[in-house]
Each structure stands twice: as structure tokens, then as C-alpha cells.
């Protein structure tokens, strides 16, 4: 293989794993956020839900949208899969904080 070829694919995939590494802190922060809210009735103003929504759809949108090297071993798709449904089951837990 091309040694420039090789380079590009190193990069691309340390670039992308840093990528998936800050999705997956923003995921344990937002849940931690939401488990917190859980336990103060007043935090759930509507100017939070509404910061909180469009945080979860950020992050759900760039999840869905993500272009995996085609290159990436099968845990870094297993990571992926994960994610998305770690961040379907924090939309379902903050509805349920929301009534």
C-alpha cells in the first residue's frame, strides 16, 4: 500500500475515534444532566427542555449521519450501534422526566 495512502488512513481513523469519543462523553454528560433533573422537580423549565431536545438531537443527528471508514474494525460499528441506543433510551428517559 501507498505509505501517503497508509498515513491518510491512520489520521482518518485516530481523527474519527477522537470524534466518537466526544460524542460518548456528551452522551454520559447529557445523561447525567437528565438523571440530576430527575431528582429536582424545578430544573425542568421549559428554556431546559428545550436546551435539553435540541442537545439530544444534535448529537442523534450526528450519530445518524455518521460516515464510518470503511476500514473500521467491527467494535468501532458495535460502538456506533451502542451509542444510538444509548441516545434513544436518554430521549425515552427525558420524555418520561417531562410528564
Not at 17 to 40: F, K, P, V
Not at 67 to 74: G, L, T, Y
Request: aromatic letters at 8%; proline letters at 2%.
Amino acid at each position: 500500500m501507498n505509505p501517503i495512502h497508509e498515513q491518510f488512513q491512520k489520521d482518518t481513523l485516530e481523527a474519527w475515534g477522537h470524534y466518537m469519543t466526544a460524542l460518548e462523553t456528551s452522551i454520559n454528560d447529557l445523561e447525567a444532566d437528565i438523571a440530576e433533573a430527575a431528582d429536582m422537580s424545578d430544573r425542568c423549565t421549559a428554556e431546559w427542555c428545550e436546551a435539553t431536545e435540541h442537545v439530544i438531537d444534535e448529537i442523534n443527528d450526528a450519530l445518524f449521519t455518521i460516515s464510518e471508514p470503511r476500514w473500521s474494525s467491527d467494535e468501532d460499528s458495535q460502538r456506533i450501534k451502542a451509542l444510538k441506543r444509548r441516545v434513544r433510551t436518554l430521549y425515552v428517559k427525558y420524555k418520561g422526566r417531562q410528564h
